[in-house]
């Protein structure tokens, strides 16, 4: 919601009217991520439901406000695999694993986030049938890297490209990328999905940035194609 109030200053500043904004496409990243992983760190004491329900109303809530101010074209991504981060693989017990070797019960919360976002949105769409609102399937576009990460590139789908403490995951929540302990990052990142435990690599966004815009709508709904042709139409 600050983000809210700073696009709004923006809007009074830039004398920008809802027409302006109907010309704009707006980007709505994954929220929820970090606060997902408090309950990581936290299990007994922060409830994933709970954290769920607010983050999912969140993000609708500031799609609503986006929409009231004129927004037209809008793309919302979901959470990615978080279980898949080297922070949850080092956290988590050994026998927590699916069948991509990441951490099943972190990947329920992303699996169940989405979901809940996916109703919320339909929701916005029955109430907004003017406006075009696509969903940037991140958690499906990630598993099919994870599924197979050489086919995109990846010799290391789970060590930290930026990290330290070696083993499978190059990650020590001590010692992390940034910090005075870790003074350089790996010679390709390239190959690496991730960077530093809880971002991907520029390598890995690039992955998925092609598979929202050039694949169709096997992970962006409608398709991004579809999304400029609505705006082509409205004569934009």
């Known amino acids: 919601m600050t983000q809210l109030d700073w696009f709004d200053a923006h809007l ?3 004398g920008a009217d809802k027409d302006k904004v109907a010309d704009a496409l707006f980007w709505v990243g994954e929220i929820g991520a970090n606060d997902y992983a408090y309950t990581v760190m936290a299990r ?8 769920r329900t607010m983050a999912v109303q969140r993000v609708t809530t500031f799609i609503e406000a986006l929409l009231q101010r004129g927004a037209k074209f ?11 981060l080297p922070l949850a693989m080092s956290l988590a017990r050994a026998d927590d694993r699916d069948n991509v070797c990441c951490v099943a019960s972190v990947n329920r919360q992303s699996y169940a986030h989405n979901r809940r976002l996916l109703a ?5 769409r029955q109430k907004h049938p003017g406006a075009v609102i696509a969903y940037a399937d991140y958690y499906g576009a990630h ?7 050489v086919r995109y590139g ?16 190059n990650f020590d929540i001590f010692a992390t990328c940034g910090s005075p ?11 690496y999905v991730n960077w530093d435990g809880v971002h991907m690599t520029e390598a890995m966004y690039k992955v998925v940035a092609a598979m929202f815009f050039q694949d169709g709508d ?11 042709a609505a705006r082509k139409a409205q004569g934009k």
């Open 12 to 14: 009074r500043r830039a």
């Open 44 to 51: 007994d004491t922060i409830r994933p439901k709970l954290i």
């Open 74 to 84: 809008m793309i919302v991504q979901g959470l990615p695999l978080t279980g898949c």
């Open 120 to 124: 919320g949105l339909h929701r916005l």
């Open 143 to 149: 598993l099919a890297v994870m599924r197979s990460p």
């Open 154 to 169: 990846f010799t290391e789908p789970f060590r930290t490209c930026c990290g330290s403490g070696g083993g499978d995951y």
């Open 181 to 191: 302990e870790v003074t350089t990052a790996c010679a390709q990142p390239a190959k």
């Open 218 to 228: 096997a992970y962006c709904r409608p398709a991004f194609s579809a999304l400029l």
